[in-house]
């Protein structure tokens, strides 16, 4: 069990409760046998934007589908969020916060017959601090490690420059994936097409553009587990294709449904529904050094400019709720009195012309091949023409977006995040000033400050102020405009059983297992 002083938030049981009612009302929880039944193939119709299963060179949201399943990581989170045992059978955290301690499980194998201990941890983690590797997750975990040690082979201690409630929650996500070591040194860069690790479903095969295919692992060290034969990611263009594969039985599984996704599946008996825990936020983001951007008031002209509500009456069928910074209901960090810009074309105008723009203005706004998002865009290019900016949309493919997002090539953007564990996650990555996702350029000393009074503060209610603090200072400065937390669905063949959704949105297949009569 978790000793750690600073426990990571807990989603209040009121929520998870209500969320639980809702899922009985849309007839989505359905009688299922007590005993989970083997073998089977889960097909997963596949928006995939999947471009490694080197989990230390990961960035793109798919790709944590089958890392989850190829590999394991050091610690796991539970559906609210609170961490969980996976490779560390336990751990605890020093008194002043700057030491970690994970005890290891023992006899735990790689896919290729290697060990894993608490060398091959270590291995993992010091290849994404390597500068010479260039890891994407190197800045985070190098802003909090100060040097590892293994005292013996069940035991991996991690030194930290500062205290971080962000890194158990990062132990649980890509970070904390470990690739067995012989894999690393065999295949190298290859690892990318090659993956091996100690999950519960093997790698198989993987045609881009396709599909990709994991089958069981039979020496899986979690006894019983998994329960299916094997799992396929069938990839699909967009949604739509997904859910007429699901109608025709081509498919068992697609996740990231919103509220007009499943109005054809609605009430079919072969089918049901299960709504996600904790929607991902949804945004705009803009560069805030650069043209036109670097002028908060067309910042601010474009927010006021923006008709949240009926975005959300038109892309979530008025089901989700409007976003006024980062942070949902239901977390211990959410404000109830924070409020973002309100929809007023009348202030836009003006603060455009104050900012030199009386005439107009004319932006392109990244449009990748997701049909939320393109959905989002239209809207706001409707929304902002009514103010007098001409906005360009600009396509990119799904898998090209948010790594060209990260280099700085997209000014202007949608975007969607889902929760971590810990406020210090999404926080310090997207704003503080050196956070390894900040490509917004925001820099801001004062929302620095914030962030590090609350890493080292230590009462819950104290975090909470500093915090709330700091997202306010964002709503200020907008670096991003907050849209709406989503509404999303997974939907699947009324046979697909044990399917639960952690609040990361990210699904995972491990417990689930296929009624077969």
Known sequence: MDKSRRRPARIPMRLLGALGLAALLTGTAVAQPQQPQRGGTLTIAFASDTKTLDPAFSVNFSERQPLYLIYNTLLALKPDLSMAPELAERWETSADGRRLTLHLRRGVRFHDGTGFDAAAAKLNLERRLDPAVNSPQRAQLADIVASLDTPDAATLVINMKKPSPSLLGMLAQREGFIASPAAIQRFGKDLATNPVGTGPFVFREWTLGQRLVVERNPNYWESGKPYLDRVIFADISNT????????????????????????????????????????????????????????????????????????????????????????????WWHDPALRGPAHDPVKARALLAEAGHANGLQVALSNPQITLLQQVNQLVQEQLKAVGIDV???????????????????????????????????????????????????????????????????????????????????????????????????????????HVWIGDEIPRFRDVWKAQN
């Open 240 to 331: 739509v294709v997904g859910v007429q594969r699901l109608i025709t039985g081509e498919a068992d599984y697609i996740s990231a449904l919103s509220p007009i996704d499943i109005r054809p599946i609605e009430g079919r008996r072969e089918i049901k529904l299960d709504p996600s825990i904790v929607g991902r936020w949804y945004g705009l983001q803009w560069q805030v050094d650069k043209p036109p951007f670097n002028d908060r008031r067309v910042r601010q002209a474009i927010a006021h400019a923006v008709d949240r509500k009926k975005i959300v009456d038109i892309v979530m069928s008025g089901k989700a709720p409007v976003a006024e910074g980062l942070t949902p209901q239901g977390l």
């Open 392 to 498: 360009r949309l600009e396509p990119v493919a799904q898998s090209d977006w948010y790594p060209r997002l990260v280099q700085g090539a997209i000014n202007f953007s949608p975007i969607r995040w889902s929760q971590r564990p810990d406020p210090d996650g999404l926080f310090t990555i997207l704003l503080q000033s050196d956070g390894f996702a900040n490509s917004t350029k925001y820099k801001s000393p004062e929302f620095d400050t914030l962030l590090e009074q609350a890493r080292n503060a230590s009462a819950v209610e104290q975090r909470q102020a500093l915090y709330r603090r700091a997202e306010a200072i964002m709503v200020r400065d907008l670096p991003y405009v907050s849209l709406f937390f989503s509404s999303e669905y997974a939907g699947m063949r009324s046979n697909v059983m044990n």
